[in-house]
T-cell receptor
Framework: ETGVTQTPRHLVMGMTNKKSLKCEQH?????MYWYKQSAKKPLELMFV???????ENNSVPSRFSPECPNSSHLFLHLHTLQPEDSALYLC??????????????FGPGTRLLVL | GDSVTQMEGPVTLSEEAFLTINCTYT??????LFWYVQYPGEGLQLLLK?????DKGSNKGFEATYRKETTSFHLEKGSVQVSDSAVYFC??????????????FGQGTTLQVKP
């Protein structure tokens, strides 16, 4: 399944670095999402974009900055992160439907380690 | 608010054993219910879903029935294989609440199947 791709797959960065995660969906969907998956915690929704507009910011610290230039691409810009930000960052996309039963399609994730 | 509770893992079974992973939910609106699976090193994949009460979702030998009276969506499989070893996530999407379009995940249950 290559509908949603994420790069890089692995990233190690220092607390003073600036890096970006990239997500691309090839499914023609209109909504994209960033999730954080930490060990022994439920998936945490971070941001939602619908038709390139941010519709959800789930109280995410400002050191995480999303960007959605078009419906197919989503970025997560990282700066001055903390070690506790180390996690798997998952991107997903969906086609919003009135029925509200849309399926989200996930990318493989970027494994981030902050030193 | 809306929430999903799964049985804690890990669940360890022998090949060909019967599997049940419990999932219960609380929701204020009209949720759709999902099971996602995450194989090692990969992102989440939709396993099955049900959009209304008494619906049964099924895929790859897995089944789950939407039980409104018990607010449950338990995952079952009659005969597990080693290849089913993964983390299973129960989730809901609630059309009738402020969480429209958002997936609320349980904490995940790790399944280990031994030969």
């Amino acid at each position: 399944e290559t509908g949603v791709t994420q790069t890089p797959r692995h990233l190690v960065m220092g607390m003073t670095n600036k890096k970006s995660l990239k997500c691309e969906q090839h499914l023609g969907h209109n909504a994209m999402y960033w999730y954080k998956q930490s060990a022994k915690k439920p998936l945490e929704l971070m941001f939602v974009y619908n038709f390139k507009e941010q519709t959800e910011n789930n109280s995410v610290p400002s050191r995480f900055s999303p960007e959605c230039p078009n419906s197919s691409h989503l970025f997560l810009h990282l700066h001055t992160l903390q070690p506790e930000d180390s996690a798997l960052y998952l991107c997903a996309s969906s086609q919003e439907e009135l029925a509200g039963a849309e399926t989200q399609y996930f990318g493989p994730g970027t494994r981030l380690l902050v030193l | 608010g809306d929430s999903v509770t799964q049985m804690e893992g890990p669940v360890t079974l022998s090949e060909e054993a019967f599997l049940t992973i419990n999932c219960t939910y609380t929701a204020t609106g009209y949720p759709s219910l999902f099971w996602y699976v995450q194989y090692p090193g990969e992102g989440l994949q939709l396993l099955l879903k049900a959009t209304k009460a008494d619906d049964k979702g099924s895929n790859k030998g897995f089944e789950a029935t939407y039980r409104k009276e018990t607010t449950s969506f338990h995952l079952e499989k009659g005969s597990v294989q080693v290849s089913d070893s993964a983390v299973y996530f129960c989730a809901l999407s609630d059309l009738g609440s402020s969480n429209t379009g958002k997936l609320i995940f349980g904490q995940g249950t790790t399944l280990q199947v031994k030969p």
